[in-house]
């Protein structure tokens, strides 16, 4: 998707994106409507539409761990005083707790005002936690790994997420809190070299920056294939009697990504980065199109990071060093998700949570969010966590499985959305000296 928000290729995309929604709807009646329709469509979605639109993701995954550190190092090492990096880590840490709070809670808020939960048919209850018992075993096992009871747990766990004693074990994980950590540390310990050592291996990063996002480029030449197959993958199989039942709790959750979209972003484009919301919108359309067609904010950051510099104008040492922190701890979309889910998830089951437990929920979502790897369903393991902390029935979220790729989608447009105004502020914040080329 070069070039700016009107670029042929994310014109395809979009394309791409309608057409496999069209057709994975269409399949999904056919399919419904004739004797052994809905294994031959399955067989299509998996064999078929599956495989290319993983090769896409995968190559945009591939990217990512050289992508995050590269940038993220040559950004601290061009920023150079400590000073300046502290300045800009504070204000990134500040605009992830404030603005993932504030999601939280607008989550809540509709959950609580609407209470979708309350009275849901206990037939459609057991059927579903039947149906996705199997899924959510998968989930649960990665959540008991990241579980805490004692306090040394905990404490490890805080280790672990980032400094593990094996780095490189982490990162072939897609663990990116280490990478984060270690590209940091890199950066700052560049700028204590002389400037020949330090801008010799800014040159090699930004080499292995460019190659990649070269690599990015011919990933993106299958993007419009590569997303209808994605969205057909979603759309074929999707049980529109799922979505029917739970179409009270979509449409909150769904609700509340446009409160976030409508309101507070334009509100916070306006008066703290002072930048007009229609024209922020329009220039980050292929990283909105990408996240959603994705589902994950870090294959989505090679394009948010072309687009932070090409079509909205930042400084490049901003976006390089806001961006890949924001990719893998700014989801605002997610907070406001989990904070929904709790109290859906609590009001099915009839468990009455106090006004301590709820700011609790806000609390315990907003550090979730901050944890929660940027990829498909990457919320899903803390959200069971985050769930027993409160007396909620963590295996209750198998409720919601079989809807959640399609709240995924529209909570990582609001992440990556998020990330990209939370590097517009900072680059604002910095002021207008110190421009430099992009
Ligand atoms: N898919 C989301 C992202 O990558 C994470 C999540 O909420 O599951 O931003």
């Not at 290319?52 to 990512?64: N, Y």
């Not at 590209?183 to 020949?196: H, N, Q, R, S, V």
């Not at 800014?202 to 990015?216: H, N, R, S």
Request: charged share 15%; glycine share 10%; proline share 4%.
């Amino acid at each position: 998707m070069s070039g700016g928000g009107s670029s042929p290729l994310h014109r395809k995309v979009m394309i791409g994106l309608a057409a496999g929604a069209l057709l994975g709807a269409a399949a999904n009646r056919l399919g419904a409507g004739i004797d052994g329709g809905k294994e031959k469509v399955a067989f299509v979605a998996d064999a078929i539409a599956y495989p290319i639109g993983q090769v896409f993701l995968r190559l945009l995954f591939l990217v990512v761990v050289p992508l995050v550190f590269a940038s993220l190092a040559v950004g601290v090492a061009n920023l150079g005083d400590l000073k300046r990096i502290g300045r800009m880590g504070g204000r990134t840490i500040v605009f992830v707790l404030v603005t993932c709070s504030c999601s939280a809670l607008i989550g809540i808020g509709l959950m609580r005002t609407f209470t979708p939960g309350d009275g849901f048919d206990p037939e459609t209850k057991a059927h579903l936690m039947r149906d996705f018992a199997g899924d959510m075993a998968k989930i649960q096992a990665k959540s008991e790994a990241q579980h805490a009871g004692t306090t040394l747990e905990l404490v490890n766990n805080v280790l672990n997420m980032l400094l593990p004693r094996n780095v490189i074990g982490a990162i072939v994980n897609m663990e990116m809190l280490p990478l984060i950590v270690l590209a940091l540390l890199f950066g700052i310990a560049l700028t204590m070299l002389d400037e020949g050592r330090r801008a010799a291996m800014v040159a090699w990063l930004e080499t292995i920056g460019d190659a990649m996002v070269k690599i990015v480029g011919i990933a993106m030449k299958l993007a419009p294939y590569a997303v209808a197959c994605l969205i057909f993958a979603v759309v074929s199989k999707f049980g529109l009697d799922l979505l029917q039942k739970l179409a009270f709790y979509v449409a909150i959750v769904f609700c509340g990504y446009l409160i976030q979209l409508g309101v507070l972003y334009p509100a916070l484009l306006k008066f703290l980065c002072r930048r007009s919301p229609i024209e922020f919108y329009r220039g980050a359309i292929p990283a909105i199109v990408t996240a959603f067609s994705t589902s994950s904010s870090s294959a989505t950051l090679p394009t948010t990071l072309r687009v932070a510099q090409q079509d909205l104008g930042m400084r490049k040492s901003v976006a390089d060093f806001v961006l890949p922190l924001g990719a893998t701890m700014n989801m605002n979309g997610t907070a406001l998700f989990e904070g929904a889910l709790v109290l859906f998830i609590a009001q099915v089951f009839g468990v009455e949570l106090a006004f301590q437990q709820q700011v609790l929920v806000v609390v315990l979502c907003v550090f979730a969010a901050i944890g929660a790897a940027g990829v498909p369903g990457g919320s899903l393991p803390l959200i069971m966590i985050v769930m027993a902390q409160v007396g909620v029935p963590p295996d209750g979220i198998a409720i919601v499985l079989g809807v959640d790729r399609l709240l995924d989608m529209g909570r990582t447009v609001v992440n990556v959305l998020g990330d990209l105004i939370g590097a517009a502020w900072v680059d604002h914040a910095e002021g207008p000296l110190a421009r430099e080329a992009p």
